[in-house]
């Protein structure tokens, strides 16, 4: 073999090696692109720069002296980062061993996920054991971080939660009324009540963390950070301390106590009857809990002092009278007979006092609440200036404590009656109408407006709950001082007609069980008929007198099972430790 054979046999030799390498390049090439290239290429595309979430912290909310009601408590969660997961399948079978978690539901949150950056809660609320234990053998569970995690937490459970409300999972239709807040899906907002109107303030705002992460998606080093600013915090006009008396005085009678500053509006006490514990939304309330709370018949979650429309009954005496003395349709002396009952038309409508209450007053007809001598004032006044004044009074329109809620009653007219029931309106209607039955349905933040003008002696206040908001800083960013009631155009003699009135309803008539040795009160009871016949709702709508403090009270009981006026009762008895106290 000549040199030059033994050269050209070695080329070959080489080019055979060369293309087989290439051979084997190319395999593994097609190999990478075909079968792996996914995962490459979301390892090359993650080891850049990242966005990491800071959460902040919801504003707290406290009474008007500072006592805490709503905060936020650390506890232990576990949560996935679906980037980091490699099988989703076996992630959650194997925590799933330890923890026993809802599998369908955290497969669908991972994969439902709009940021596969950012960690999605799979268990809340882990306990201690079963941290050390992941952190142990966190090899065996790619992809999961333990995350400490602020829960809203509310210290009175059931007692003011109709004033505070709840957090939820922000909706599709939060997102985009939120959107400037920073808001993703998965996070918390207000549902109900103050955590509601006022999320904006409560929620804060969130930081962010710009790192660098290596292809595993550990930090290699923070770019740059900007701290989250935590949410400011409201003070409410609410006393806990009242809210607390009430609360035990109502018990377990279905019901609502509604006290405050009749000069200034705020609200002091609102306790809504059932109730329900607030914290169970805290870490996302299950589907059982929620629909036993929205099947309950007790309608636990309906907050009765703005959405509950009652018939004011026989408080609603007082707007009769106002008009009737105003438009002076009855002098002080002027007197009608009640014998028991009153034939109009053809019905014959009775007084509660079935043997009458002979001839009396405008005052003494009051005192005793007499049916009839308000049937025939109520004709005279006639049904169009009846609403007029309950007008006058607030009546038909919202008051404000919650625009987002609250309900307006009913007014009728002529015209709703026509239209709601296809007739005219007749004389027997205005009968009804006079005693506040029939068609007139009103609230208990309506009544309180009421009585609050009658014992200020004609302004109609604005009632509110919420003082002022704090920045985390201690600084006021906004505070709330009573808006200037309307006047009511009814003359000061009239108001001070009908607080005298008032405060012989609860020394010498229909409110004797209000009266008591601490303080002087003067209110008006009411009966209401309901669907059910032998348990009428019960109404006292009182206020104290000037040399004790300005507070106004409504009681309405639903459905009350005691035979006697058991609103008044727990008004007297409400206000009675509460001025014991101070
Ligand atoms: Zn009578």
Redo the contacts with the bound molecule.
């Keep these: 073999m000549t040199r030059q054979d033994q050269f050209e046999r070695r080329a070959r030799i080489l080019w055979i090696v060369i293309i087989c390498g290439l051979f084997v390049l190319l395999g593994r090439v097609a190999w990478l692109q075909l079968i792996e290239g996914e995962r490459y290429f979301r390892i090359s595309n993650n080891s850049r720069l990242r966005l990491v979430p800071l959460p902040c912290t919801r504003g707290l909310i406290l009474d008007r002296k500072g006592e805490k009601l709503a905060g936020n408590e650390a506890y232990f969660s576990i949560g996935v980062v679906p980037s980091n997961v490699a099988d989703i399948d076996e992630l959650i079978k194997c925590l799933d061993e330890f923890l026993d978690i809802d599998k369908g539901i955290v497969k669908k949150r991972i994969q439902e996920v709009n940021n596969i950056f950012r960690p999605v809660w799979v268990k809340k609320n882990i306990d201690l054991s079963e941290v050390t234990y992941l952190l142990e053998k966190e090899e065996d569970f790619p992809g999961t971080v333990i995350l400490t995690q602020p829960v809203r937490s509310y210290y009175y459970d059931e007692i003011c939660a109709h004033v505070l409300g709840h957090v939820g999972e922000v909706n599709q239709v939060e997102l985009t009324a939120n959107s400037t807040f920073g808001v993703e899906p998965g996070d918390l907002v207000g549902k109900m009540g103050i955590e509601k109107a006022y999320n904006s303030y409560l929620q804060g705002e969130k930081g962010g963390r710009q790192v660098e992460v290596d292809a595993h998606g550990r930090t290699l080093r923070v770019i740059s950070e900007k701290e989250p600013l935590p949410g400011d915090s409201v003070y409410l006009t609410i006393d806990l301390e009242m809210q607390r008396i009430a609360a035990e005085k109502l018990g377990q009678r279905k019901g609502v106590v509604l006290i405050g500053d009749y000069e200034t509006g705020e609200i002091l006490t609102l306790v809504s009857h059932p109730s329900f514990n607030p914290n169970l939304f805290s870490w996302g309330i299950s589907e059982d809990e929620w629909s036993k709370l929205a099947q309950d018949p007790g309608d636990p979650l309906e907050n009765r002092a703005l959405r509950g429309e009652y018939p004011p009954a026989s408080t609603f005496k007082i707007i009769v009278a106002a008009a009737a003395l105003e438009d002076n349709i009855i002098g002080k002396e002027d007197t009608f007979f009640?014998s028991?009952e009153l034939l109009v038309g053809n019905r014959i409508f009775k007084?509660?006092?079935e043997e009458?209450?002979g001839r009396?007053n405008l005052e003494e007809?009051i005192i005793?609440s007499?049916?009839?001598?308000f049937y025939q004032l109520g004709l005279n006044v006639g049904m169009d200036k009846i609403i007029e004044y309950s007008r006058l009074f607030g009546l038909g329109e919202i008051t404000g404590i919650d625009p987002a809620s609250e309900k307006d009653g009913l007014l009728p007219t002529r015209e709703w009656k026509l239209k709601a029931k296809g007739e005219a309106w007749y004389p027997g209607d205005t009968v009804n109408l006079s005693i506040g039955q029939g068609f007139l349905l009103v609230t208990p933040a309506q009544m309180f407006r009421v009585i609050a003008a009658v014992a200020n002696k004609g302004s109609l206040i604005n009632p509110y709950l919420v003082k002022e908001i704090v920045d985390s800083q201690g600084k006021v960013v906004e505070s709330f001082s009573p808006a200037g009631g309307k006047k009511i155009p009814i003359s000061s003699s009239v108001f001070d007609f009908l607080g005298k009135s008032l405060r012989r309803v609860v020394r010498v008539g229909t409110g004797w069980r209000a009266e008591n040795e601490i303080v002087k009160i003067a209110g008006k009871t009411g009966t209401a008929e309901s669907s059910d016949e032998e348990r009428p709702h019960n109404w006292f709508i009182g206020y104290t007198l000037p040399d004790d403090a300005p507070l106004a009270i409504v009681v309405l009981i639903e459905h009350r099972e005691e035979e006697i006026s058991i609103a008044t009762q727990i008004a007297g008895e409400i206000l009675s430790e509460i001025f014991d106290e101070n």
């Design positions: 009640c028991g007084c509660w006092k009458g209450h009396l007809a005793d007499c049916d009839v001598f």
